[in-house]
């Protein structure tokens, strides 16, 4: 019985190293509006395309020596990094979504947080392409439960009446208020933009993919965490006072974070909050 778990285990992490490989693809074209299928992959510094054996994620990178075999040029660490991080995810997931189809949606949708993670870090930007991906893996997560059997509709107040909604559309509308809200409200205060598009967008997917509940918990510990690291950076002054901090990566994490172990996730946060309360006698 253990034998089967642990092949099964291995396949998730393999599989997870493998879309990893590809998601550093994502991550270094798509920002530069290049297609993430032609060409194949090469080395960017000499242009020589990779061969198979210099494709098996985790272990080329080491086997090279983090060198690329034909100009010998440095190979960087987040490669690595976004692989063995990706394997884990698809690990992780395998055992709090499901060991079975329904962790698909939750695959797609850790795949394209990664890839969030490291575009916003890099260029400020997060691509259409990843949003349209991510609200994918909750039209697919939605769509599987409503096969099951287990979808239920949401009711939502609204001024003088009551109206019902599936998950994925009251998720991605409370994430789009809330945003949208935040991003007016910046601009009015500080007369210039406090949040980029792309979190707006993103916010919605994260939205329709965890449901209303879960995607204001995952708001709340973003926007906690933003500020927590914003401050400081200010304070150890790595960070001018009006300077930018992407905030998709938060966003992300949270949202992963919550998607994994929401249980955990919510314990924990409101155990935080009272403790906090309590400091101040509440």
Not at 122 to 141: K, N, Q, R, W
Not at 167 to 187: K, N
Not at 253 to 272: F, K
Request: hydrophobic share 55%.
């Amino acid at each position: 019985m253990l034998l089967p778990r642990a092949v099964l285990y291995f396949w998730a992490f393999a599989l997870g190293t493998a879309v990893g490989s590809f998601l550093n693809v994502c991550i270094y074209r798509l920002p530069r509006d290049r297609s993430v299928i032609a060409p194949p992959s090469h080395c960017p510094q000499c242009g020589v395309r990779l061969r198979a054996i210099d494709l098996v994620p985790l272990l080329s990178f080491l086997a090279l020596g983090r060198k690329c075999r034909s100009c010998g040029g440095a190979i960087g660490w987040r490669y690595f990094a976004v692989e063995l991080v990706t394997g884990l995810v698809f690990l992780a997931a395998w055992e709090a979504c499901g060991r079975g189809i329904q962790v698909l949606p939750c695959w797609i949708f850790a795949s394209v947080i990664i890839a969030v993670v490291f575009t916003d870090l890099d260029h400020m930007i997060i691509p259409d392409s990843l949003v349209i991906a991510g609200l994918f893996a909750a039209v697919l997560s939605e769509g599987m439960a409503v096969a099951s059997g287990q979808a239920a509709l949401l009711s939502v107040a609204i001024p003088g009446t009551e109206i019902a909604l599936p998950r994925l559309v009251a998720g991605g509308g409370v994430g789009l208020a809330v945003f949208v809200f935040i991003r007016a409200f910046s601009q009015l205060l500080f007369r210039r933009e406090g949040m980029g598009l792309g979190d707006v967008k993103l916010a919605g997917a994260i939205g329709a993919m965890l449901g209303p509940g879960l995607a204001l918990l995952s708001f709340g510990l973003a926007i906690v965490a933003g500020a927590v690291l914003g401050m400081a950076l200010l304070a150890v002054r790595v960070r001018r006072r009006m300077e930018y901090l992407p905030f998709g990566p938060f966003l992300a994490g949270a949202a992963l974070a919550v998607l994994l172990a929401p249980d955990y996730i919510w314990a924990t946060s409101r155990s935080l909050y009272l403790g906090w309360l309590s400091l101040f006698g509440a």
